[in-house]
């Protein structure tokens, strides 16, 4: 009884507070509760943080000078400070911000905590009508899910670093933690690793577009520093080697390791049965696993069937189907993927693939799969049913090459449906599964942008903003707190920084401002 009590009780604290007229904050906040009165900034105003919280004090040093060019110093002492970054945990919430007419607090126990209530404050104040008009407002807040990711293929158009940068600020803005990175694919290979140096000397030339393109891709010095760029911002980074399908641009440097393919997708797959493919990939994934210290990589295991001909008819791999008792070529597939995991788990990183290997016989404790196909469910359900962690990421709606409004010319849609900004803010998890056991293994929602329809930086941003405004509440705020039109009402004053930061965005409320660019 008194846990439906309590959940009564946060269900009208989120109901009712979220409706105060201040509150531009996306996501919503937990709790916002509209004080009288407001604070007044300026530049020379005093900042204090313990040690611990050093670097997210620069942070916000670095944010006010960059958005409202003031200017901030060290304070010695809290007693003198306007901006207090106090370190004390808070038995309910991951951090508080408290807005005073004299000072503003914020209180958490750990850096990330302290982090998200400096981009709650600093919302607030770019959305104020005057930095002497930031509302007096008190924040309590914590994400109801913990994993908020966008996913962006590189393969089939390269953006480089400041790209990058660009799209882990504005996910740092709406408090989303991972960055889903997919480097290599059929148009090309976009890491560098020095062992293997033709993969980029030669995988990394072309695009979706044009397969002569120029070679480009992220030396290692670029990850360590997008890798360091991402973890200020308190995003994990995790990198997609994409196997043993979609391998062409890695095959076209190393075609020793090629499996075959298709006529329409050739050379697509790793070869399955050679010793030296394994040791191949097995050397490129510890290069991968130094570069990326958050020990998660996705070894993708999608779409294997579109580049398998070759597999059919090869007596190596027919050999192998008949010395494993594999009664049809996905057994081939899983095998693959179960001899890769191996690796990965002797080199102590998690294990994450699309939901086509959720029929692999993975380590329930270091594997997470990925959702994608909306039109399987049954591949999301057999994957909570083993119990697997799993983010939930179907193309409808949370594919963004799909358009976002129905006369769209470039981008997909799948039988009428694509991924317009209220479904993907209403998007429930409930109608999923109602099962309270299968819900807690799903660990949140991810974003996906792939990029055969995108290769300009207008047309990426046109893609995703406002729709990342859109993904990050639904990953943040609790169904039940979640209104779209109040979310709307919000968006509105987002989409003034979105206009001062030079972003070509879809405009919901008047989509003649920027026009459809050309893909």
Same mark, same amino acid.
């Given at each position: ?223 360590? !520093? ?179 409004? !129905? ?91 979105? !206009? ?20």
């Amino acid at each position: 009884m008194k846990k439906h009590i309590l959940t009564l009780c946060l269900f009208l604290l989120i109901s009712g507070i979220l409706a105060g007229q201040n509150n531009t904050v996306i996501p919503a906040p937990l709790v916002f509760v509209q004080n009288t009165g407001y604070f007044s900034i300026a530049s020379g105003c005093k900042v204090s943080a313990p040690a611990a919280f050093k670097r997210e004090m620069h942070f916000l040093q670095t944010e006010l000078l960059r958005y409202k060019h003031l200017t901030t110093t060290f304070a010695a002492s809290e007693k003198e400070a306007v901006i207090i970054l106090s370190n004390k945990a808070s038995k309910n919430f991951l951090y508080e911000l408290q807005i005073l007419k004299n000072k503003v607090i914020i209180t958490s126990g750990t850096d990330t905590g302290i982090f998200y209530g400096i981009i709650s404050f600093l919302q607030l104040v770019n959305n104020a009508s005057s930095l002497q008009q930031i509302p007096c407002a008190t924040i309590k807040d914590s994400p109801s899910m913990p994993w908020r990711g966008i996913m962006r293929d590189e393969s089939r158009h390269f953006f480089g670093v400041e790209k990058v940068k660009s799209i882990l600020d504005w996910m740092a803005y709406y408090k989303l933690n991972k960055f889903h990175w997919h480097l290599t694919d059929e148009p090309g290979w976009r890491i560098e690793i020095k062992q293997y140096p033709n993969l980029t000397n030669i995988g990394g030339i072309g695009n979706f577009s044009d397969k002569n393109a120029e070679a480009r891709y992220y030396t290692q010095q670029d990850i360590n !520093e997008i890798v360091q760029y991402a973890h200020d911002r308190k995003i994990e980074v995790i990198p997609e080697i994409d196997m043993p399908g979609h391998a062409s641009a890695a095959n076209r440097a190393y075609p020793e390791f090629s499996g075959g393919g298709s006529e329409k997708h050739p050379d697509f797959t790793f070869h399955p049965t050679k010793e030296t493919t394994y040791q191949y990939l097995t050397n490129i994934l510890k290069e991968i696993n130094v570069l990326f210290p958050d020990r998660m990589l996705h070894l993708g295991g999608d779409e294997v069937s579109f580049g398998i001909d070759k597999w059919k008819t090869d007596p190596a791999v027919l050999e192998l189907m008949q010395k494993k008792n594999m009664n049809d070529i996905k057994g081939v597939e899983t095998y693959f993927i179960e001899r890769m995991a191996d690796s990965l788990a002797a080199m102590n990183a998690k294990i994450l693939v699309w939901d086509e290997m959720v029929t692999a016989n993975l380590p329930l404790d270091k594997t997470i799969i990925f959702w994608w196909r909306h039109d399987k469910p049954e591949q999301l359900k057999l994957s909570l049913q083993k119990g697997y962690k799993t983010v939930v990421c179907p193309r409808i709606p949370y594919y963004f090459d799909f358009v976002q409004k !129905e006369d769209h010319k470039v981008g997909r849609k799948w039988g009428g449906k694509f991924s317009d900004l209220q479904s993907i803010y209403n998007f429930s998890l409930k109608e999923l599964q109602p099962d309270a056991k299968s819900r807690s293994s799903i660990l949140g929602v991810q974003g996906n942008i792939w990029t055969e329809t995108i290769q300009t930086n207008d047309r990426l941003d046109f893609m995703l903003f406002p729709r990342i405004a859109a993904l990050a509440e639904s990953a943040w705020t609790p169904e039940e707190g979640r209104n779209f039109d109040r979310f709307m009402e919000r968006l509105k004053l987002h989409t003034i920084l979105y !206009e001062a930061e030079k972003l070509y965005y879809f405009n919901p409320f008047d989509a003649g401002v920027h026009g459809e660019p050309a893909n």
